[in-house]
């Protein structure tokens, strides 16, 4: 079973703007991760951020944690067609050790 | 430094028979997991592998098995074939676990006709 939970499941943009995705997750947590898939492919890692931090950069991508709501979002600033992917969140936890994936957001930017 | 590698690339099996997929991690790293994704089930996690001892299973049942050997490289198994495994599987490494970023290999497309 799946804990975590993306929105939006696709989300089409121009070149150029702000995207933003948003993963809710059910339990506690120690890290949530964001990674990139690219037409069924291996995942790439974009960032971890780990549960006693709210805000973690990397070039254009801002993820933030909210773990009172228990979710996460990634902003990715100006848009890129190499963005055109699949974005999934990925949760571990303590009490089982597993990494749980959310169903995914697909990106697609339009040029 | 050579990435994940997984192979074979594709494949395509018959219900009833077994398949071993392969895997092998970036040099260094310990710990190797492996995903089922599916269109309809998305990713889930199989099993995790560190210093050849399984450390965790997700929910699948006993067809799907695995193991890690001293150079770190692993193998997953899946007996008795159904339609339902077809799916693209992927193997990630670390060096410590899942509470890590991964490299994730390319992945194995199977297909149970």
């Known amino acids: 079973s799946q804990q975590g939970e993306e929105d939006p499941q696709a989300l089409s943009i121009q070149e150029g703007e702000n995207a933003t995705m948003n993963c809710s997750y059910k339990t506690s947590i120690n890290n949530l991760q964001w990674y990139r898939q690219n037409s069924g492919r291996g995942l790439v890692h974009l960032i971890l951020?780990?549960?006693n931090e709210r805000e973690k950069h990397s070039g254009r991508l801002r993820v933030t944690l909210d773990t009172s709501k228990k979710s996460s979002s990634l902003l990715i600033t100006a848009s890129r067609a190499a963005d055109t992917a699949s974005y999934f969140c990925?949760?571990?936890?303590?009490?089982?050790?597993?990494?749980?994936w959310g169903a995914g957001t697909k990106l697609i930017i339009k040029p | 430094k050579a990435g994940v590698t997984q192979t074979p690339r594709y494949l395509i099996k018959t219900r009833g028979q077994q398949v071993t997929l392969s895997c092998s991690p970036i040099s260094g790293h310990r710990s190797v997991s492996w995903y089922q994704q599916t269109p309809g089930q998305g990713l889930q996690f199989l099993f995790e592998y560190f210093s050849e001892t399984q450390r965790n299973k997700g929910n699948f049942p006993g067809r799907f098995s695995g193991r890690q050997f001293s150079n770190s490289r692993s193998e997953m198994n899946v007996s008795t074939l159904e339609l339902g495994d077809s799916a693209l599987y992927l193997c990630?490494?670390?060096?410590?676990?899942?509470?890590?970023?991964?490299?994730f290999g390319s992945g194995t497309q199977l297909s149970v006709l």
């Open positions: 990925a949760t571990d936890r303590d009490s089982n050790y597993q990494l749980i």
């Open positions: 951020i780990r549960s």
């Open positions: 990630a490494s670390s060096l410590g676990g899942l509470n890590e970023k991964l490299f």
